[in-house]
């Protein structure tokens, strides 16, 4: 049934904040630690410093991807063209299996 001009596809609408799962985590990660009196991102962030510091090479990897970004890795290839196109040899070992020779089978 298709739509009438001005209606929506949609009849709930957009979700409602705190519904997503990152809502939710967002929201507990802002509460206060009852033991600390201190968010728990905070808590949490000085536990992953703590690990970097003690030589804990993803918790390192972690701190730097979130500070400085994530390192950029360019992919180079070069083609050799004529090497790329294959020998009559290896044309001729196909050709069996090319769909205008099983035609004539």
Do not use: C, H
């Not at 808590?43 to 410093?49: C, D, N, P, Q, R």
């Not at 972690?62 to 070069?78: D, P, Q, S, Y």
């Not at 050709?95 to 035609?103: G, Q």
């Amino acid at each position: 049934m298709p739509w009438r001009r001005g209606e929506s596809g949609n009849m709930k609408g957009r979700p409602k904040r705190g519904e997503s799962v990152t809502e939710i985590v967002r929201e507990v990660l802002s509460e206060i630690d009852p033991e600390t009196k201190r968010a728990r991102r905070e808590v949490i962030a000085e536990k992953l410093v703590k690990l970097a510091e003690d030589g804990n090479l993803r918790a390192v990897e972690l701190l730097m991807e979130r500070t400085e970004g994530k390192v950029a890795v360019k992919i180079e290839k070069e083609y050799d063209l004529v090497n790329m196109i294959p020998s009559q040899e290896v044309l001729d070992i196909f050709r069996p299996y090319a769909p205008e020779e099983k035609a004539k089978q």
